[in-house]
C-alpha cells in the first residue's frame, strides 16, 4: 500500500503536466515552429529516456550571447523593408531557374582558324555581268561597221548613177549639214541609219522623182542576226510624180507574184479597179511575175517588146512598177470610216532590189527603163471606148464612196440623236415632278408609232 500511493500520485503529476503543456501550444500559434527549432538544435542519437530528458532541461538554459545578438541581426534584416534590391537576394523569386551554364573561373580560349587569302578572284561569279558586257560591245561594234557599211553604199551608188540623173534632171541631190555626198555636190539626206532620201527635178513628163535607198539595218544587231534567217535586199524606192495632163486616167501594176498579193490587198486603188491578177506568161512577162490592170488596152500599149525584154532579163531585182491616177495609198480601215473623198495623184512607183554592193552594173538599165517609161506614159493615148468606160468606172467609185459616206453621216447623226434622247430621259427622271415625265413619256410613245407608221405617197387629181 505504501509503494501503491506514491505512484498513482506520480502518474497524476504526470498527466496533469502534459495537459499543461497542451493548452499553452494551443493558445500560441508560433509555438509549434518553436518546438520544432528546439527540436532541430538537440541532437538525436538514440530513443532512449535519457535523451528525452535532457532537452527538457536545456530548455531552462538560457541561449548564449552570440545566438541572441544573431537573431536580433535577422530580425533587423526582415524589417528592412527600404532595401529595393532584397528581391535579387531571395531565393523564392527565381523558383524554377535552373543556371545550367557552369561558371568557371577560367577564361574562354577563342581560337582564331587561319584562312588562306586568294589573290586571283572567282571569275565565274560574274558570268551574267560578263555576258552583258560582250552584248553591249558586240551592240556597239555592229553600229559602228553597219553605219559605215551603209554609207558607203549611198556613196558608191552616186559614183556610179549620179552622172546618169545628172543627164535627165537640171537639180540632182541636197545640200546641207547632214548630206551624205562625194565631195562638195548634192548627194542624200540621211533620214536615219539606214535610209537616205534624194530629190530630182527639171525634167519634162514629171514634177519630180524621189529616190529613196531602203538599205538593210546593218547598224543593228537584232536584225543583222535576223538577216540569216530571213534575208531581205536593200531596195531602191523610185516616186514619180506625173502631171495632170501627162497621161490618160488607168492603172496598172507589174509586180512578183508575193508583191502582187500584198499590194491588191493593201493598195486602195488596185483593189477598187484591178481586182484580177492574170499571169505574166500571157503578157510575154516571165512566169513569177502577175499583171493587174484597169484596161486591156493601156496594158498592151504600156507593156511593149522593150519594156518585156527588160524586164525579162532584170525580172529578179524588179519588185513591182506600180502606174496609177487614182493613187491615195493604203487602204483606210474600215472602222474609221471618212466622209471626204480621199485625196488621189498621178504617180509612177518603181521597186528595185538592189545587188549585195548596192546597185552596180544591173541598176543602170533599170534606170534608163524607168525614163523610157516616163515618155512611153507621156505618150500613151486611149481610144474613145476605152476612155469612156475608165470615166464610167470612176465616176461610179464616186458615187459608192459618196454614199457610203452619207450613210456614214446619218449613222453619226442616228447616234448623236440617241445620245441627246437618253441625256433628256435622265434629266427629266431626275426631276420629281411626275406631270413632265407623264408629258415625256407620252411624248416618246407619239414618236414611235409614227416611226411605225408606213409613209403614203399623196396623188393629187386635177379636176376635168
Same mark, same amino acid.
Given at each position: ?8 500520485l506520480?502518474l ?12 499553452t501550444? +494551443?493558445?500560441?500559434?508560433?509555438a509549434? @515552429?518553436?518546438?520544432?527549432?528546439v527540436d ?6 538514440d530513443f532512449?529516456? %535519457?535523451?528525452?530528458? +535532457? ?8 541561449p548564449? *550571447? ?18 529595393e ?7 523564392? +523569386? ?38 552583258l ?8 561594234l555592229?553600229?559602228?561597221?553597219g ?14 548613177? =549620179? ?5 535627165? @534632171? ?5 545640200m546641207?549639214s ?8 548634192p ?12 530629190w ?5 513628163c ?7 535607198? *531602203?538599205?538593210?539595218?546593218?547598224q543593228?544587231l ?14 531602191l524606192l523610185?516616186?514619180?510624180?506625173l502631171g495632170?495632163d501627162?497621161?490618160d486616167?488607168?492603172?496598172l ?5 508575193? @508583191? ?6 493593201e ?6 479597179f484591178c481586182?484580177?491578177?492574170r499571169?505574166g506568161?500571157k ?10 490592170s ?7 500599149a @504600156?507593156l511593149?517588146a ?27 480601215m474600215e %472602222? ?7 485625196e488621189?495623184e ?9 545587188g ?15 525614163f ?6 507621156k505618150r500613151?493615148?486611149l ?5 469612156v ?8 467609185v ?11 453621216r446619218? +449613222?453619226q ?8 434622247r ?5 434629266r ?20 414611235q ?5 408606213p =409613209?403614203m405617197?399623196?396623188?393629187?387629181? *386635177?379636176?376635168?
Amino acid at each position: 500500500m505504501r509503494l501503491v500511493l506514491p505512484i498513482v500520485l506520480i502518474l497524476c503529476s504526470a498527466h496533469f503536466t502534459h495537459a499543461y503543456e497542451d493548452t499553452t501550444l +494551443e493558445d500560441d500559434d508560433f509555438a509549434e @515552429f518553436e518546438q520544432f527549432d528546439v527540436d532541430d538544435d538537440t541532437p538525436v542519437d538514440d530513443f532512449c529516456e %535519457e535523451d528525452n530528458e +535532457e532537452p527538457v532541461q536545456k530548455n531552462n538554459i538560457p541561449p548564449p *550571447k552570440d545566438q541572441f545578438e544573431t537573431n536580433i541581426e535577422d530580425e533587423l534584416l526582415v524589417e528592412d523593408e527600404d532595401n529595393e534590391f532584397e528581391h535579387f537576394q531571395d531565393p523564392e +523569386e527565381f523558383e524554377g531557374f535552373q543556371d545550367s551554364a557552369p561558371r568557371s573561373s577560367e577564361q574562354p580560349k577563342i581560337t582564331i582558324s587561319k584562312v588562306p587569302i586568294t589573290v586571283r578572284p572567282r571569275w565565274d561569279a560574274y558570268w551574267l555581268e560578263g555576258i552583258l558586257c560582250c552584248a553591249l560591245a558586240a551592240y556597239a561594234l555592229v553600229y559602228a561597221v553597219g553605219r559605215a557599211k551603209n554609207t558607203s553604199i549611198a556613196i558608191n551608188f552616186l559614183k556610179l548613177h =549620179k552622172p546618169l540623173l545628172d543627164d535627165n @534632171f537640171t537639180l540632182v541631190g541636197e545640200m546641207g549639214s547632214d548630206v551624205v555626198s562625194v565631195g562638195d555636190d548634192p548627194g542624200w539626206r540621211r533620214e536615219a541609219e539606214h535610209c537616205f532620201t534624194m530629190w530630182c527635178s527639171g525634167r519634162v513628163c514629171c514634177e519630180g522623182m524621189l529616190l529613196t535607198l *531602203k538599205l538593210i539595218k546593218r547598224q543593228d544587231l537584232v536584225n543583222v542576226l535576223l538577216g540569216f534567217v530571213r534575208p531581205s535586199p536593200d531596195t531602191l524606192l523610185i516616186r514619180v510624180e506625173l502631171g495632170k495632163d501627162d497621161s490618160d486616167p488607168f492603172v496598172l501594176c507589174v509586180a512578183q507574184k508575193k @508583191f502582187a498579193t500584198r499590194l491588191s490587198k493593201e493598195m486602195q486603188d488596185l483593189s477598187v479597179f484591178c481586182p484580177e491578177r492574170r499571169a505574166g506568161d500571157k503578157h510575154g512577162l516571165p512566169s513569177t511575175m502577175n499583171v493587174l490592170s484597169e484596161c486591156a488596152e493601156a496594158t498592151g500599149a @504600156f507593156l511593149d517588146a522593150r519594156v518585156c525584154s527588160a524586164l525579162t532579163q532584170y525580172h529578179k531585182h524588179v519588185q513591182y512598177i506600180h502606174v496609177s491616177d487614182r493613187y491615195s495609198g493604203p487602204k483606210q480601215m474600215e %472602222e474609221s470610216s471618212t466622209t471626204k473623198l480621199p485625196e488621189t495623184e498621178r504617180v509612177m512607183l518603181v521597186s528595185l532590189a538592189l545587188g549585195p554592193d548596192g546597185g552596180g552594173d544591173e541598176l543602170r538599165p533599170l534606170l534608163l527603163l524607168v525614163f523610157y517609161m516616163l515618155d512611153k506614159i507621156k505618150r500613151l493615148r486611149l481610144s474613145k471606148e476605152a476612155l469612156v468606160k475608165c470615166e464610167k468606172r470612176r465616176q461610179k467609185v464616186a458615187e459608192a464612196w459618196l454614199r457610203g459616206a452619207h450613210a456614214a453621216r446619218q +449613222e453619226q447623226a442616228a447616234q448623236r440623236r440617241e445620245e441627246k434622247r437618253k441625256q433628256e430621259k435622265e434629266r427629266i427622271l431626275a426631276e420629281d415632278d411626275p406631270e413632265k415625265q407623264r408629258r415625256w413619256e407620252l411624248k416618246e410613245q407619239k414618236r414611235q408609232q409614227k416611226r411605225k407608221t408606213p =409613209k403614203m405617197k399623196q396623188l393629187k387629181v *386635177k379636176a376635168l
